[in-house]
Each structure stands twice: as structure tokens, then as C-alpha cells.
């Protein structure tokens, strides 16, 4: 069935930009999205990209999409320590229900 | 707009017990799905309901069971509760005319199994 990975961790210092990847397998994926979830809440989501789109950007946040390569990142320009979470990358194939990932916990240091 | 709203955020039961927790989804959203989210297997999808109708199922036994009404609000329970139950329960819902919509999550319960 469809996959979707992550790396696990990922650290980084206080204002340096924040790169987390995402592979998936799923070759008829049209969306891609990004999830943030913070201690003791849900999912929130960030921000999504149609397959036929290289690249998003909304204010801090770059999507870059490699379609043959079957992956995705998000990039977050100048980390800040509310940015520290767990980012679930997520896809959507022609199906009602998302494949997500494990989510990548993002720790920013001070 | 008001978000997705589950309740109760905490629950506390015992083994063989059951359990109903309640879902308010996004005002004009009908679709409405439920998660379970464990430290150990992550995210994973328990049923999804579109207008009052089961439409997709994961892969968990008969006693995680939901239904949806006919103001899209949803309920799922879960009966003969086991110590592996404890667990962050998930709700999310999207507009569900067609896939790919995106989905949108409530805070969660928070289920723990004594």
C-alpha cells in the first residue's frame, strides 16, 4: 500500500532555517500537506500543495515538491522555539482518507 | 468559525469497560473521521463517515464502532475496553464532496485505560 516517510528528529538553533523531507509512494498522489502538532493538541494544518505545483510559499514556509522523485519538504525560514512540534507530512491519492507519515519532532534550541 | 470540537479531553476508564467520545465537526463539513495516535504505531485511521454513512474503514477490531448524525456530529465508542486502548483519540473533518479536501483536526481525547 501507500507509504509515507520521515526522518524522526531533527534539531536545530534559534533562527536558522529548519528543512524537513517526506518521501512517498504513492504516484498518483495529487495533495500534499503539511501538519504541525503541538504538546497536548491536534493536528493543525499548515499548509498543502497540488502535485502539479514545484513550489509554495506562505510567509516562513517553502513547500518544495519533486514529483519524480516522490518528495516533499518543508522549509522554515528562521526557527523560532514555538516552532518546536511534531510536523506530520501527509498525501492524498484520489482517496477520501490521507496516508500520513510518523511526523518529524522538530526541537529548536535557544 | 468555530474549529473541530471533541469531548470530553480527558477520559479515565477501566478494563471491559466502554467508552462513547463525541465530535463536533467544521460548520458545513460532512465528513468526519476518527484516529487513533499512539507513541508506538503513530496515526492510524479508524473509519470515516459522510453523510451519516460509513464510507471508508481501517483495520481495528468490531469493538471500535461510530456513527454520524444528521447535523454531521459524530460519536464513536469504544466497547470491552483493553489496557492497549489507552490512546489519543482524533477526530478531523473536511468538506468531503470529493477527496483531497483537506482535513481539519480537533484537540483530541485523550483516553487512559487502568
Known amino acids: 500500500g501507500e507509504d509515507v516517510e520521515q526522518s524522526l528528529f531533527l534539531s536545530v538553533r534559534e533562527g536558522d532555517s529548519s528543512v524537513i523531507n517526506c518521501t512517498y509512494t504513492d504516484s498518483s498522489s495529487t495533495y500534499l500537506y503539511w501538519y504541525k502538532q503541538e504538546p497536548g493538541a491536534g493536528l493543525q494544518l499548515l499548509t498543502y500543495i497540488f502535485s502539479n505545483m514545484d513550489m509554495k510559499q506562505d510567509q516562513r514556509l517553502t513547500v518544495l515538491l519533486n514529483k519524480k522523485d516522490k518528495h516533499l519538504s518543508l522549509r522554515i525560514a528562521d526557527t523560532q522555539t514555538g516552532d518546536s512540534a511534531i510536523y506530520f507530512c501527509a498525501e492524498s491519492g484520489g482517496s477520501y482518507i490521507p496516508t500520513f507519515g510518523r511526523g518529524t519532532s522538530l526541537i529548536v534550541h535557544p | 468559525k468555530a474549529g473541530v470540537t471533541q469531548t470530553p479531553r480527558y477520559l479515565i476508564k477501566t478494563r471491559g469497560q466502554q467508552v462513547t467520545l463525541s465530535c463536533s465537526p467544521i460548520s458545513g463539513h460532512r465528513s468526519v473521521s476518527w484516529y487513533q495516535q499512539t507513541p508506538g504505531q503513530g496515526l492510524q485511521f479508524l473509519f470515516e463517515?459522510?453523510?451519516?454513512?460509513?464510507?471508508n474503514k481501517g483495520n481495528f477490531p468490531g469493538r471500535f464502532s461510530g456513527r454520524q448524525f444528521s447535523n454531521s456530529r459524530s460519536e464513536m465508542n469504544v466497547s470491552t475496553l483493553e489496557l492497549g486502548d489507552s490512546a489519543l483519540y482524533l477526530c478531523?473533518?473536511?468538506?468531503?464532496?470529493?477527496?483531497?479536501?483537506?482535513?481539519?483536526f480537533g484537540d483530541g481525547t485523550r483516553l487512559s485505560i487502568l
Open positions: 463517515y459522510f453523510s451519516e454513512t460509513q464510507r
Open positions: 478531523a473533518s473536511s468538506l468531503g464532496r470529493d477527496s483531497n479536501q483537506p482535513q481539519h
